[in-house]
């Protein structure tokens, strides 16, 4: 009989919980919060995430029971610990341990990074790659290495996805930023010169962000997004070779929401090309944050035997990828 876990994902600005088992989604209800003005408020998303959670999990339940699921066959209920926004996690985690208690199954907290990547590889033929992560708040290079996802390069300051929305809210761009920049990009007449901050391994953006500002005082809104964006990718993409470099991988997988980005695809795509290694990116709907992932690997941590519990289940803004005991590969 296949495994059926439950996910709630609600790090930040999407609610979504889903319903998985081991050949694809069954099925996802997801409820977003936006901002009336500038990038997310905590507060107010995780109100917005308890206002809608009943509302999103009912609908979930009432789906599956269409597709003749009976929601007390789900094994377990998976949520995200961490990273992210705190008051939104622990909104999430409430939500898990109440239906964790009342379908009476076990819950397990996952790391939200590490759904991303494995999301990405069940919905891709990648294996074993190298990942650039990128989000809101994150930005890491990382590779499974002996029972680890291990960090070879990270942001040092921001992700790279809230300096994407900072530069767009000084540029007078509503929110996400990203977007709105990559398409102000694609009318660019010529390159801005910015700060390129590699530094070892790690990278950093509030230099980039500021200097990008400052130049929309005298250079073209085009210009100055065009520029921000390749050298900001640029950064990334040097990094993510040099782990591809060091690790002796030959694949590469995009993870995160800023992976919508078609100029960053290109940039990953040419190098791993140069490089003799395949490049991946899933299907946009799982890039971004979403219920399907959390699910997914909850299910795999449910199938290696990894079950939190209900008093472990305490949340974790700043939980780290690499301190994660990767038991299901």
Known sequence: MKTRILGIEGTAWNLSAAVVDEDDVISEVTETYQPDTGGIHPREASQHHAKYASTVIQKLLENIKSKGIDPKTLDAVAFSQGPGLGPCLRTVATAARMLSLTLDIPIIGVNHCIAHIEVGKWKTPAKDPVVLYVSGANSQVLAYRKGKYRVFGETLDVGIGNALDK????????????????????????????PYVVKGMDFSFSGLTTAARDALEYEAMEDVCYSFQETAFAMMVEVTERALAHTGKNEVLLAGGVGANMRLRDMLDI?????????????????????????????????????????????????RPDSVEVTWI
């Open 271 to 319: 190098m791993s090309n140069d490089r003799g290694a395949s490049f991946y990116v899933p299907e946009k709907r799982f890039m971004g944050d979403n219920g399907a992932m959390i699910a997914y690997l909850g299910l795999l941590m449910y199938r290696s035997g990894s079950i939190t519990g209900l008093k472990d289940s305490h949340v974790d803004p700043n939980f």
């Open 167 to 194: 530069f767009a809210r000084s540029a007078g761009l509503n929110h996400p930023g990203g977007p709105r920049i990559e398409k102000h990009a694609e009318n660019f007449k010529k390159y801005v010169p910015l």
